[in-house]
C-alpha cells in the first residue's frame, strides 16, 4: 500500500504536537508492506526528521494562510475576506497537491490539519483516490456554526473518511453533516524500550516539576509559576519548562519578570524545545499540563503515564478522557491557583500516591495509547477505504 501524507506546517527548528504524532503514523507503517512518501509546501524539521527515517519527502505549492481573526474592542469576529483569500490558497495547493497524487500514485492520500484537508480532499476526489481527512486542532473559538458548516460541505463531499483525537474534538462537529464520517482514533506512542529509564526513582528532597509544549498564553505557565509560588517554603522544588519560544515574545518576557518577582530565578529554568521528551520526563517527579483553553487530546499526557509519572492536568478540552481524577492523575479547574497548588503539594508529600497514579497511568497507556493500537486503527481504517 502507496501512502501519501501531507502537511501544511513548515517549522524550522522545532515540532509541534500534531507533527510528532504524524511522524509516529509514518515510522509504524514504514514497512516491508507499505511504501510511505510526505508532502509539506518546503524543508523544515518534519521533512529533515522524516528524511532520517528513510522516507521519501516532496514538496507542494501553498501561499501563506492570513489569520481569519480579527480582535475589534477585545471581542474576537470572524475575517470573512480573510476566508476567501485563503480558499484561493487552498485550491492552489489542490493544484499542486494534484500532480503529487498524479505522478505517484499512492493508494491513500491521509492530509494532517483541517484546512489543507479540503486541498487535499479536492486534488484526491479529481483522482478517485480515498483520502483521509486528520483534524487533529478544535476550531478556535471565532469559528461560528455557519463557518463550520460551510467546512462540513467540503469535508462531506471530498473526504472519505474524518479521524479526530478525542471525543471532545468529534463533538464540535455533532450537528453537522460529517458527523458520519467521523471516527474517534487516539493517538499511540511507542515508549516500552525507553521506560526502562523510569526505574530510577529520585530520592533527592528537591523535587523535578516539569510542563511541555509551546510558550504560549493558552499552555498556563503562568498559572503554574504563581501556584509553586504559593507552596509551603520547605518544600523543595525544581521547574523545568520545555518548549519552544522567541526570546522578544511578550507572554515569555511577562514568565521572566513573574519569575523574577516571586524570586523564583534559581528553582525555575526555561530549556527550550527537545525533540525526545522521553529522557527530561524520566528525570521528572511530576508533570503538569496546566492549559488555559480546550486541547484536542493531551500528547504531554500519555507521555507521562507511559513512563509511570504522576499527572496534573487542567479540566479542558480532551483531557479529562486521558486523566481519570484521582486514578491515574488529578483534573483541576483551568486557572486555578489554589486547586493546583493542593495537587501539587499533595502528590510530592505523599510518594505512596505518586506511585500509584504513576502506575495506574502506565497500565492505561497499555491499553488505549500504544503505537501499535493507534497503527492498527489506522491501518484497518485504510484497508476498509480501499476494498470498498
Same mark, same amino acid.
Given at each position: 500500500m502507496k501512502i501519501l501524507y501531507i502537511d501544511p506546517f513548515v517549522l524550522p527548528n522545532f515540532l509541534g504536537g500534531s507533527q510528532k504524532s504524524l511522524l509516529d503514523i509514518m515510522n509504524s507503517m514504514n514497512d516491508k508492506d507499505n511504501k510511505i512518501i510526505?508532502?509539506?509546501?518546503g524543508g523544515g524539521m518534519l521533512s529533515r526528521t522524516a528524511s532520517e527515517k528513510n522516507i521519501d519527502?516532496?514538496?507542494?505549492?501553498?501561499?501563506?494562510?492570513?489569520?481569519?481573526?480579527?480582535?475589534?474592542?477585545?471581542?474576537?469576529?470572524?475575517?470573512?475576506?480573510?476566508?476567501?483569500?485563503n480558499i484561493l490558497n487552498l485550491l492552489i495547493a489542490a493544484l499542486s497537491i494534484h500532480k503529487l497524487i498524479r505522478k505517484n500514485?499512492?493508494?491513500?492520500?491521509?492530509?494532517?490539519?483541517?484546512?489543507?484537508s479540503i486541498?487535499?480532499?479536492?486534488?484526491?476526489?479529481?483522482?478517485?483516490?480515498?483520502?483521509?481527512?486528520?483534524?487533529?486542532?478544535?476550531?478556535?473559538?471565532?469559528?461560528?456554526r455557519f463557518i463550520l458548516k460551510f467546512y462540513s460541505f467540503f469535508g462531506n463531499k471530498f473526504s472519505s473518511k474524518i479521524i479526530v483525537n478525542s471525543a471532545y474534538t468529534a463533538s464540535f462537529f455533532s450537528n453537522t453533516n460529517l458527523r458520519h464520517k467521523i471516527d474517534i482514533v487516539p493517538i499511540g506512542l511507542d515508549l516500552n524500550k525507553e521506560s526502562s529509564l523510569n526505574i530510577q526513582n529520585n530520592n533527592n528532597t528537591t523535587k523535578n516539576i516539569s510542563i511541555f509544549g509551546r510558550i504560549i498564553s493558552m499552555k498556563g505557565h503562568n498559572i503554574l509559576i504563581k501556584s509553586l509560588n504559593a507552596l509551603d517554603i520547605e518544600l523543595e522544588f525544581k521547574l523545568n519548562i520545555y518548549g519552544s519560544y522567541e526570546s522578544d515574545d511578550d507572554y515569555y518576557l511577562s514568565l521572566k519578570k513573574l519569575?523574577?518577582?516571586?524570586?523564583?530565578?534559581?528553582?525555575?529554568?526555561? !530549556? %527550550?524545545?527537545?525533540?525526545?521528551?522521553?529522557?527530561?520526563? @524520566?528525570? #521528572?517527579?511530576? *508533570?503538569?499540563?496546566?492549559?488555559?483553553?480546550?486541547?484536542?487530546?493531551?500528547?504531554?499526557?500519555?507521555?507521562?503515564?507511559? !513512563? %509511570?509519572?504522576?499527572?496534573?492536568?487542567?479540566?479542558?478540552? @480532551?483531557? #479529562?478522557?486521558? *486523566?481519570?481524577?484521582?486514578?491515574?492523575g488529578f483534573l483541576v479547574k483551568p486557572g486555578d491557583i489554589n486547586a493546583l497548588t493542593k495537587k501539587i503539594k499533595l502528590i510530592l508529600n505523599n510518594k505512596h500516591l505518586a506511585l500509584k497514579l504513576g502506575n495506574n497511568g502506565k497500565n492505561k497507556y497499555s491499553k488505549y495509547y500504544t503505537r501499535d493500537n493507534y497503527k492498527n486503527n489506522i491501518q484497518k481504517l485504510y484497508h476498509r477505504l480501499i476494498d470498498v
Amino acid at each position: 500500500m502507496k501512502i501519501l501524507y501531507i502537511d501544511p506546517f513548515v517549522l524550522p527548528n522545532f515540532l509541534g504536537g500534531s507533527q510528532k504524532s504524524l511522524l509516529d503514523i509514518m515510522n509504524s507503517m514504514n514497512d516491508k508492506d507499505n511504501k510511505i512518501i510526505l508532502a509539506t509546501p518546503g524543508g523544515g524539521m518534519l521533512s529533515r526528521t522524516a528524511s532520517e527515517k528513510n522516507i521519501d519527502t516532496l514538496n507542494f505549492m501553498l501561499p501563506s494562510f492570513i489569520n481569519t481573526r480579527i480582535s475589534i474592542f477585545n471581542k474576537n469576529y470572524f475575517n470573512y475576506f480573510a476566508a476567501l483569500i485563503n480558499i484561493l490558497n487552498l485550491l492552489i495547493a489542490a493544484l499542486s497537491i494534484h500532480k503529487l497524487i498524479r505522478k505517484n500514485k499512492p493508494d491513500i492520500v491521509h492530509s494532517n490539519q483541517m484546512l489543507i484537508s479540503i486541498s487535499a480532499g479536492i486534488a484526491s476526489k479529481a483522482l478517485k483516490v480515498p483520502c483521509v481527512w486528520h483534524i487533529r486542532e478544535n476550531p478556535s473559538k471565532h469559528i461560528s456554526r455557519f463557518i463550520l458548516k460551510f467546512y462540513s460541505f467540503f469535508g462531506n463531499k471530498f473526504s472519505s473518511k474524518i479521524i479526530v483525537n478525542s471525543a471532545y474534538t468529534a463533538s464540535f462537529f455533532s450537528n453537522t453533516n460529517l458527523r458520519h464520517k467521523i471516527d474517534i482514533v487516539p493517538i499511540g506512542l511507542d515508549l516500552n524500550k525507553e521506560s526502562s529509564l523510569n526505574i530510577q526513582n529520585n530520592n533527592n528532597t528537591t523535587k523535578n516539576i516539569s510542563i511541555f509544549g509551546r510558550i504560549i498564553s493558552m499552555k498556563g505557565h503562568n498559572i503554574l509559576i504563581k501556584s509553586l509560588n504559593a507552596l509551603d517554603i520547605e518544600l523543595e522544588f525544581k521547574l523545568n519548562i520545555y518548549g519552544s519560544y522567541e526570546s522578544d515574545d511578550d507572554y515569555y518576557l511577562s514568565l521572566k519578570k513573574l519569575i523574577k518577582n516571586f524570586n523564583l530565578n534559581s528553582k525555575i529554568k526555561f !530549556l %527550550g524545545f527537545i525533540s525526545d521528551v522521553t529522557n527530561a520526563m @524520566a528525570k #521528572s517527579d511530576l *508533570i503538569i499540563s496546566p492549559s488555559l483553553e480546550a486541547e484536542s487530546f493531551g500528547r504531554t499526557l500519555i507521555e507521562g503515564m507511559a !513512563l %509511570g509519572k504522576p499527572i496534573i492536568a487542567s479540566d479542558v478540552g @480532551a483531557h #479529562s478522557e486521558i *486523566i481519570d481524577d484521582g486514578i491515574n492523575g488529578f483534573l483541576v479547574k483551568p486557572g486555578d491557583i489554589n486547586a493546583l497548588t493542593k495537587k501539587i503539594k499533595l502528590i510530592l508529600n505523599n510518594k505512596h500516591l505518586a506511585l500509584k497514579l504513576g502506575n495506574n497511568g502506565k497500565n492505561k497507556y497499555s491499553k488505549y495509547y500504544t503505537r501499535d493500537n493507534y497503527k492498527n486503527n489506522i491501518q484497518k481504517l485504510y484497508h476498509r477505504l480501499i476494498d470498498v
